[in-house]
């Protein structure tokens, strides 16, 4: 492994289903975050933990739960997927500032 | 409050020609200022960041920023576009320089670059 890696590449979900998606990084950086990128939006924070064991709310957090057991380890979950929750979903970790983002989950919601 | 307004969603240059990506800026605190690009399909790489040294900051590819407080702007710049900066550029801003805080992006500016 080498930076960031999410899991699956892309999904098509049936709404009303429960879905998590994964994100490892092998960086030991303290800080990591999900957003979800919809075009002429940007990308909008969703979740983020500043250190293993906390977690925070950010601009759009309703429908998504996060845990941060570990360092390495930030999973995102959607209890019951909606369809406006189809988006492209990105994680990143930060450490001096920079963040680092791995490639990508882009999920439909049908 | 943090915000940050990229002027322009679109931009047309032809192959050769210099570049410019508007982006100001809102912030209550001494910001971190960064741009980002993303090719298609592809996550975002970091081109050049801000954290109040020098106000001239250059980044990967020939990209250059300034920051200019009095026009609370970041403007991202490069002297002769090349086919390969065609991608979409994020303007974020962080309301520190330091510790792990929310980043804020912008809207996004696609790039264009004509042959």
């Known amino acids: 492994i080498a930076g960031i890696t999410q899991a699956p590449t892309s999904q098509i979900l049936a709404a009303g289903r429960r879905m998590t998606l994964r994100c490892t990084q092998d960086?030991?950086?303290?800080?990591m975050y999900w957003y979800r990128q919809d075009l002429g939006l940007g990308l909008r924070l969703i979740h983020y933990?500043?250190?293993?064991?906390?977690?925070g709310k950010g601009e759009v957090p309703d429908g998504y739960s996060v845990s941060r057991a570990n360092t390495d380890d930030f999973p995102l979950t959607l209890a019951s997927a909606v369809p406006s929750q189809t988006s492209v979903y990105f994680c990143?970790?930060?450490?001096?500032?920079?963040?680092?983002f791995g490639p990508g989950t882009r999920l439909t919601v049908t | 409050a943090q915000s940050v307004t990229q002027l322009d969603s679109h931009v047309s240059v032809s192959e050769g020609t210099p570049v410019l990506l508007r982006c100001n800026y809102s912030?209550?605190?001494?910001?971190?200022l960064f741009w980002y690009v993303q090719h298609p399909n592809k996550g975002l790489q970091l081109l050049l960041k801000?954290?109040?040294?020098?106000?001239l900051v250059k980044g990967i590819n020939g990209f250059e920023a300034e920051f200019k407080k009095s026009e609370t702007s970041f403007h991202l710049t490069k002297p002769s576009a090349h086919m390969s900066d065609a991608a979409e550029y994020f303007c974020?801003?962080?309301?520190?320089?330091?510790?792990?805080?929310?980043?804020?992006f912008g809207t996004g500016t696609r790039l264009k670059v004509l042959a």
């Open positions: 990143a970790s930060s450490v001096y500032y920079e963040q680092y």
């Open positions: 960086m030991r950086h303290n800080a």
């Open positions: 933990s500043n250190t293993a064991g906390t977690t």
């Open positions: 912030s209550s605190y001494s910001p971190s």
């Open positions: 801000y954290t109040s040294a020098a106000t």
């Open positions: 974020v801003v962080s309301p520190t320089t330091s510790g792990t805080y929310k980043y804020i």
